[in-house]
């Protein structure tokens, strides 16, 4: 068997790792040292089957992936995601690394399990189920020396290992600090996770120091038992997982686990500073209803989006008309100013629908290319058109067969589509382009808009026919300022990322009136987060300048009414007087936006923030 070179011990005092990486060298020693690496990733298709089956570990990792992602475009890093096989699932950093990274097949849809990569980060933390940093020569294959690599395991409330974090580099640029970097994110992911459990929640610390191994966190079932348990919970009870799963809670800690920030104590005596965190309970289905199942990683919400905060007093009641007027076979029609959470209210009506078995079919009515719309939407044969696909599509209406079609911002369908649209609802079936046979179709229907549908059909812009078709159920969802939790929500939404607020910042991001929505408010705390990594609470004089400011502070709306997006940000010396109605204040944002972009629409309106569509009929 090949030996590892001496680089391994000469390294720096690394007596631990070296040891780990003389056992990873012996596991590989089937392995041939000089071989070159596979540049054969898994087809488009499959990585994304593969991506689908992780939503869950690939929306609760975003947060964590986008900080460290931008870390790493700085220092010419790339930062990866890998699943329990040891497959790379995402990439995030420097684009020129990624060309580098692929020469040796350090890529999304390639696994690098041990097995099949030799000694790297990656495949041997999946092994030992430990971070760990593999640099240069340390790699078992000779063309991987060129990378710097380090890598922690994200688990599971119960220790499974759910995901590998990796942030690798060439392999002369080696710093200490990194791997304790991507061992805290890595935490942090597994945090995320565990804080969407809807189990009662004990969040406690033992003494006040970052040696204290940061915010523990346990999840109790009704019975008081330990159902899951973070890093930090183990490290301040002196325990593992196989300990701790399913024993009561009072064997560990002492204190009375029925109430919120009552005082704790460890059995030894030593105090814990934490509180009780308990969950708002998802309504109960009617008596008559089939019960919802557990949702499985594969039907949580995607990646980009972010989850629909449990419903309040207000949001709960709506959540459950929409079920049952889905399971009697009306159509639902959510409406609410942009960001309320629409498309992720829709995937849980879907969740818990009779329609849960099957597939949740999105459509953004505003988004599909007009010169394709009708053949993405009812599939075409083989050879309908040119640049058909050979073996022809089956469309995105029947691609949501015995499951839920929601169709999002439905109030930017052309005319002409809403007459084929309506004519499908109708008589429950498609008619293929190029085919003349028609598929018959079976699927529950939420439709969604931020506009003002009635308006829309008053001026000839969508047809009533097919708003009365939608709107079998309308139901109204509240802003952001509506909830009567705000402050606290905030709170449990940063910690969620790790981080913590002071009360002046929670209180000034609770009187900010979030145009925006849940959209804007995570991204503020996401931002905020990145800026401040540390275990430091945030204060009020870190937030953005514009936030904090009550609504009655802001400019008073038009006679037309509330409801507009927020207005972009302008350049300094180009915002208009402040005494300027709405309607000028967005021209003018158009025009600076256009003139930045040269003239070019699409550049424009992703500057803007709004579809290239939307921009269009402005313009008008």
């Not at 804007?520 to 904090?548: K, N, T, Y």
Request: charged fraction near 20%; include cysteine.
């Amino acid at each position: 068997m090949q030996t590892p070179p001496s680089i391994h011990l000469t390294m720096g005092p690394r007596p631990q790792a070296a040891t780990r990486i003389h056992q990873s060298w012996a596991r590989c020693a089937d392995l041939d040292p000089a071989l070159l690496a596979d540049p054969n990733p898994l087809p488009r298709a499959d990585l994304d089957v593969r991506r689908e089956a992780h939503r869950h570990l690939l929306h609760a990792a975003e947060p964590s992936l986008e900080a460290l992602g931008a870390l790493a475009d700085a220092a010419h890093n790339v930062v990866l995601l890998a699943d329990a096989s040891g497959l790379i699932l995402h990439e995030r950093g420097s684009r020129s690394f990624q060309d580098k990274a692929r020469r040796v097949a350090l890529q999304p849809g390639v696994s690098w399990a041990e097995p099949l990569r030799g000694t790297n980060a990656i495949g041997t933390a999946l092994h030992d189920g430990r971070a760990v940093r593999i640099h240069g020569a340390e790699h078992f294959l000779a063309c991987n020396s060129i990378l710097s690599c380090h890598a922690a395991p994200i688990f599971s409330a119960t220790g499974e290992i759910l995901g590998i974090l990796d942030l690798s580099g060439p392999a002369d640029d080696m710093r200490d600090y990194v791997l304790a970097l991507v061992q805290r994110m890595a935490r942090g992911i597994a945090d995320q996770i565990l804080g969407e459990s809807p189990l009662r929640r004990l969040d406690f610390r033992l003494g006040q120091g970052p040696e204290n191994g940061g915010h523990a966190l346990l999840l109790l079932d009704d019975d008081a038992r330990i159902a899951g348990a973070n890093e930090a919970a183990l490290h301040a009870l002196d325990a593992d997982w196989e300990r701790l799963i399913g024993t009561p809670c009072a064997q560990w800690i002492d204190g009375p686990l029925h109430t919120r920030d009552a005082p704790l104590h460890r059995h030894d005596g030593r105090p814990l500073t934490g509180r009780l965190i308990v969950p708002p309970r998802m309504p109960a289905r009617p008596a008559s209803a089939p019960p919802a199942p557990r949702p499985a990683p594969s039907a949580s919400l995607r990646p980009e989006a972010r989850p629909l905060p449990a419903p309040d007093a207000v949001s709960a009641p709506l959540l459950d008309q929409a079920v049952r007027a889905l399971d009697a076979g009306l159509a639902v029609l959510l409406c609410g100013e942009t960001g309320t959470g629409k498309e992720v209210l829709s995937r849980h009506i879907h969740a818990r629908s009779t329609w849960r078995d099957g597939p949740f079919v999105a459509i953004n009515c505003a988004a599909l290319p007009e010169h394709l719309v009708e053949s993405e939407l009812f599939g075409y044969e083989p050879g309908a058109f040119t640049g058909a696909r050979r073996e022809g599509a089956r469309g995105l209406l029947r691609q949501a067969q015995g499951g839920v079609l929601f169709l999002d911002e439905i109030g930017d369908m052309p005319l002409a589509l809403q007459t084929r649209l309506l004519r499908v609802l109708q008589e429950r079936e498609v008619q293929p382009l190029g085919s003349d046979k028609r598929v018959p179709l079976s699927f529950g229907l939420v439709s969604a808009s931020h506009q003002n549908l009635k308006a829309l059909v008053a001026q000839g812009r969508f047809r009533a026919d097919l708003y009365y078709r939608l709107q079998d159920m309308p139901l109204q969802l509240p802003p952001l300022r509506d909830r009567h939790d705000l402050a606290a929500f905030i709170d449990e939404a940063y910690r969620a990322l790790g981080g913590r607020l002071a009360a002046d910042a929670r209180h000034a991001l609770a009187r900010h009136d979030w145009p925006g929505n849940y959209r804007e408010l995570f991204s503020v705390l996401r931002r905020l987060r990145c800026q401040h990594p540390g275990p430091v609470p945030v204060m009020a004089g870190s937030l953005p300048a514009d936030i904090g400011q009550p609504a009655d502070a802001a400019p008073a709306a038009p006679a037309d009414g509330p409801g507009h997006a927020a207005e972009p940000d302008h350049p300094p010396g180009a915002r208009p007087h402040p005494g300027t109605g709405l309607r000028a204040l967005e021209r003018h944002a158009i025009e600076q936006a256009l003139q930045a972009c040269q003239g070019n629409v699409s550049r424009a309106a992703r500057r803007l923030g709004i579809h290239r569509s939307t921009l269009y009929r402005k313009l008008k």
